[in-house]
């Protein structure tokens, strides 16, 4: 049974029913916005923006804080809203779809202004003799926004945040698999008093995705799949929008010789099964020395049959959020299991729940031959292959088209980072997993296929802007230095300078 169904419509806006993961009962249908609609929020998006950009970092934050107030005074609303339309465990919507957008919204606010105030940069050399430069940022005008439904809530108010206070205004299409939980976003939008069409939300699928890029924005800020990601970037190219991707991931987990077991198990579990295994920096390998391979195996498997799962009542993996997810991670396991893995736990759809339940896994015996350890399952599996040492852990590690992020397990945090150096990936966590994305002072974004671009921190806060250059004489009076008329005596004289400037140590010194 599908969770997202094409319903019959008589108007031009195609409607969408969707369906609990849970339950598999109905929740509610939406309309497709047009191409047109989309279009024409743009354009309302772009009258809001010219006034929010006039307003100063000071009073944008204030905007901020009476969202944030309402996530706070208001988090159950979040919780069941996203609950209810995928399924996710209750302790996971609070943690990614509660808690990350707080402490994203708290943290923008606070620190926008000091990030984007206009900057004095000296000018190196001879030009630093006779000239200034100041660096403002300005805002891009009207960024579309496009998300994905694995964190429906935190993987828009995160980017949100930083578009608003960088000065621009925002137009959302969330995913169609989680429209309930935008207009959740937008609701709160409006009881803490956003300008109208400051922030807008224009439902749809991928056709609605596409039609927001051609709609005249400005910037186009993506998180999705790797194949979504190139025809984003496609389209985005055509019209020479600056965008973002973030995309998907196979995350490598290397358990060194040396690591506490325990707390490598426990984050072994934790990484690969929390918000159903649904996580861009889940972990998707895990790569064990020999020498600890057993017991490390043996603790996983035992802290994996402790995992409840449940439809009702505490619960620590919840549903998978989509059916479309859940034939990629049966056909994953399928082929592994053909290939010769062993499957130590679970392995198959929860027979005592009617929902799209998926036990928790633990998987062995598993190699680069299967589609387990090469493409993105997003399931609550622990896939643990055995290897010699840590060299051939980071050769594995790094065998992938993906690099998102990755961890590296050791009770040497020195050794952890000379490890970690070496991962390709985005980022990487010692002794922990999934954290980057949460770490606001750094910046977030894949190598190869994982993306492109980065968000988060300072430097994802200044994508949000142009950064302009103004430079003016330091005196500002009097000829303007190697003016016209071009003659003999002024090109030897300028060549003479070259030679001196650069021709010895004191030149190179100084510039
Ligand atoms: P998806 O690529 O199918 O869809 C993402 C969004 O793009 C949806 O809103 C969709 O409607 C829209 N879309 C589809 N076709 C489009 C088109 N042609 N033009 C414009 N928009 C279009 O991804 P998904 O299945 O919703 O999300 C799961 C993926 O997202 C996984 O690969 C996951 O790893 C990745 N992800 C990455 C990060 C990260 O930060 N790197 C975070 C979360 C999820």
Request: charged content about 25%; overall charge neutral.
């Amino acid at each position: 049974m599908a969770i997202i169904e094409v319903m019959e419509s008589s108007g031009p806006r195609r409607r969408l029913r969707a369906r609990s993961p849970v339950s598999l009962e109905p929740i509610g249908e939406f309309e497709c916005a047009t191409a047109e609609d989309v279009r024409l929020a743009v354009e309302r998006a772009r009258k809001a923006q010219s006034d929010w950009a006039r307003l100063d970092f000071d009073a944008r934050a204030e905007v901020l804080y009476r969202l944030l107030d309402q996530f706070v005074q208001r988090q159950d609303e979040v919780i069941d809203a996203v609950v209810q339309e995928t399924g996710k465990a209750r302790s996971d919507a609070i943690a990614l779809e509660v808690y990350a957008p707080c402490d994203a919204l708290a943290y923008y606010a606070k620190n926008a202004k000091r990030f984007l105030k206009p900057e004095k940069r000296r000018i190196h050399g001879l030009l630093g003799l006779a000239k200034k430069l100041r660096i403002v940022y300005e805002p891009l005008g009207v960024v579309g926004l496009i998300t994905p439904w694995n964190g429906p809530v935190a993987l828009s108010v995160v980017p949100l945040a930083q578009a608003l206070m960088a000065g621009n205004a925002v137009v959302h299409k969330p995913s169609e698999v989680t429209p309930f939980s935008a207009l959740t976003v937008k609701r709160f939008t409006e009881d803490a008093g956003f300008p109208p069409d400051l922030y807008q939300v224009v439902q749809g699928d991928g056709e609605t995705g596409a039609a927001l890029i051609e709609a005249g924005v400005d910037k186009i800020s993506f998180t999705g799949s790797v194949a979504t990601g190139r025809r984003v970037a496609e389209a985005c190219g055509k019209r020479l929008i600056p965008h973002t991707l973030e995309l998907g991931g196979k995350d490598a987990m290397i358990v060194c010789a040396d690591a506490d077991i325990d707390r490598a198990a426990e984050g072994a579990v934790l990484g690969s099964c929390m918000n159903t295994g649904h996580y861009c920096c889940g972990t998707e390998r895990v790569y064990v020395v020999d020498a600890i391979y057993e017991p490390f195996l043996a603790k996983v498997i035992e802290r994996t049959r402790q995992l409840r799962q449940s439809d009702q009542g505490e619960s620590d993996v919840g549903a998978v959020f989509w059916d479309k997810q859940l034939d990629i991670i049966e056909s994953h396991m399928e082929d592994a299991r053909n290939k010769g893995a062993v499957v130590h736990v679970g392995g198959r759809r929860n027979p005592n729940l009617k929902g799209l339940y998926y036990e928790p896994t633990v998987v062995s015996e598993v190699n680069h031959d299967m589609a387990l350890m090469t493409q993105e399952t997003f399931g609550p599996i622990v896939s643990i292959m055995r290897v010699r040492d840590e060299e051939e852990a980071i050769r594995w590690a790094n065998d992938s088209e993906f690099g998102l992020n990755g961890n590296v397990w050791t009770t040497d945090t020195e050794r952890g980072f000379r490890l970690a150096e070496r991962v390709e990936s985005g980022g990487v966590c010692i002794n922990d997993m999934a954290m980057t994305y949460g770490i606001h002072e750094a910046p977030f974004g894949g190598v190869k296929n994982s993306g492109l671009g980065v968000v988060n921190s300072e430097a994802g806060l200044r994508g949000y802007c142009h950064a302009k250059p103004i430079s003016a004489d330091r005196r500002g009076k009097g000829k303007i230095q190697g003016g016209y008329p071009y003659t003999v005596k002024s090109e030897a004289g300028m060549q003479k300078l070259i030679r001196f400037w650069w021709g010895g140590r004191l030149g190179r010194w100084f510039s």
